[in-house]
């Protein structure tokens, strides 16, 4: 077992802080948007109908969902903790827009060791004789958001004996990001678990009005920071899951919120009109949600599905193609993407995919300090990320904020991939 620590940049990235003012004012649409998309069972069928003929992951997702509504939801409390990744398109004219990536809706990470990478900046800036622009630097907490909601949910459902339950991997590389939202719930006296799925499968249980029960402890708030990714489901986790499912437990997130994260949503969002209904008489909000979309494309069969996979093929530098997948490192580039979608062009496969416009932000320099890597200047590009918190109780929405901000960097050499997959770094805005 090996303590690291986690990669950051030498010193903090310019942000034009217009845009980092546009990416916090559009967070708390962006979470009514997901709540609303998770409540929407017409909205879910209908979108994901293609993904899950091809999808098998998506379609087991889709299979508990459909499941648990039949036998009725138990939970009416509902915890929303997401991320909303942004990165800044350099335009023709030499302006710079945001452009939404994508929005994590089930463990969004980091926002514990972002709590205190300004910190770092701040000394860093100091030891080089920068105390004014030091001082220029945001506070920054979001662990503590994110644990405000945990803990409303917590309260609300009503059981002050019962804990939180953190869903962890087997093994865990980011134990220390997780720790400062732990923290946070200890210092107002909650108490925490930490289980995985197969703690769940071995000692979890209902009684007869659907309680949680770890052994022997009532669990009121189960915050999954595992789940995400096929590989960490075999059939035991899976039935694990259907338990945490069918249970009163607060999920953060609940099954119809995960799907709710996934790309083929975040595509069918672009489509005109579609915002309209899910948010109506919000006309300001779907106008803010707008502004911030990059052009994306369904690759669903039929003319339209063929028109687009034949462009990309003929122009794949313009284009990202990304699966139904979350965690990072899962998107296609350049001549890879051209040589998939070559192969899958004639097939159904290729509605589990999506095509985005490729975002072309500007470089600039930084080091990236990482463990056992050598020390250079490398050109850079940043993704913006503004957590999201919301929680609602039946029909009411008793809390909707955004939660702080995270800033990861990585060399342009890099086309795809986050800090937990090892090209990224954490950062911190320096508004200009």
């Known amino acids: 077992q090996v303590v690291n620590y986690a990669p950051f940049t030498l010193l903090p990235s310019a942000v034009p802080r217009a845009l980092f003012e546009q990416a916090y004012a559009v967070q708390q649409d962006f979470n009514l948007l997901v709540d609303a998309i998770s409540q929407n069972k017409e909205f879910l069928e209908k979108t994901l109908a293609s993904t899950i003929k091809v999808d098998d992951f998506t379609a087991r997702l889709f299979r508990i969902y459909i499941q648990v509504l039949e036998e009725g939801l138990a939970q009416t409390v509902f915890l929303g903790i997401n991320r909303s990744d942004y990165m800044f398109d350099c335009e023709l004219d030499g302006t710079a827009a945001l452009r939404q990536i994508e929005i994590n809706t089930i463990a969004a990470s980091f926002g514990g060791l972002t709590s205190r990478t300004a910190d770092v900046h701040r000394l860093v800036l100091k030891v080089l004789g920068k105390t004014e622009e030091a001082s220029h630097l945001l506070p920054n907490n979001p662990a503590k958001g994110l644990a405000l909601g945990i803990a409303k949910a ?9 804990v939180v339950m953190f869903l962890v991997e087997e ?7 997780q720790r400062c939202v732990e923290n946070e719930l200890w210092n107002r006296n909650i108490r925490v678990v930490r289980k995985r799925f197969r703690d769940v499968f071995e000692q979890g249980s209902l009684d007869a009005s659907r309680r949680l029960y770890m052994d022997g402890q009532e669990v009121a708030v189960v915050y999954y920071r595992e789940g995400y990714v096929p590989q960490v489901y075999d059939q035991q986790n899976w039935e694990a899951r259907l338990l945490l499912e069918r249970s009163r437990a607060v999920k953060c997130p609940d099954i119809a919120t995960q799907l709710a994260g996934t790309k083929k949503v975040q595509q069918e969002l672009s489509r005109p009109g579609t915002l309209e209904k899910l948010l109506p008489g919000c006309p300001e909000a779907v106008a803010r949600i707008r502004a911030t979309f ?3 494309y369904s690759l669903d069969e039929g003319e339209e599905g063929d028109r687009i996979a034949a462009t990309a093929i003929a122009d794949p530098d313009r284009f990202v193609l990304k699966p139904q997948r979350e965690g990072g490192g899962n998107n296609l ?10 192969k899958i062009k004639d097939s159904p496969e290729r509605t589990s995919y999506i095509l985005m416009d490729k975002i072309k932000p500007q470089p600039a320099l930084n080091y990236l300090l990482r463990a056992h890597s050598p020390l ?12 999201g918190v919301y929680v609602r109780q039946g029909q009411e929405l008793v809390l909707n904020q955004a939660a702080g901000h995270l800033l990861r960097t990585k060399a342009i050499e890099h086309a795809d991939g986050g800090v937990a997959a090892g090209v990224a770094v954490l950062d911190t805005p320096y508004l200009v």
Do not use: H, K, M, T
């Open 154 to 162: 917590w309260e609300l459902y009503g059981s002050p004996r019962a």
């Open 171 to 177: 093994v865990q590389r980011n134990i220390f990001d």
């Open 294 to 296: 990059a052009g994306l």
């Open 333 to 342: 580039y350049g001549e890879e993407l051209r040589e998939v979608l070559e």
């Open 376 to 387: 250079r200047v490398s050109e850079c590009i940043s993704e913006l990320g503004i957590f």
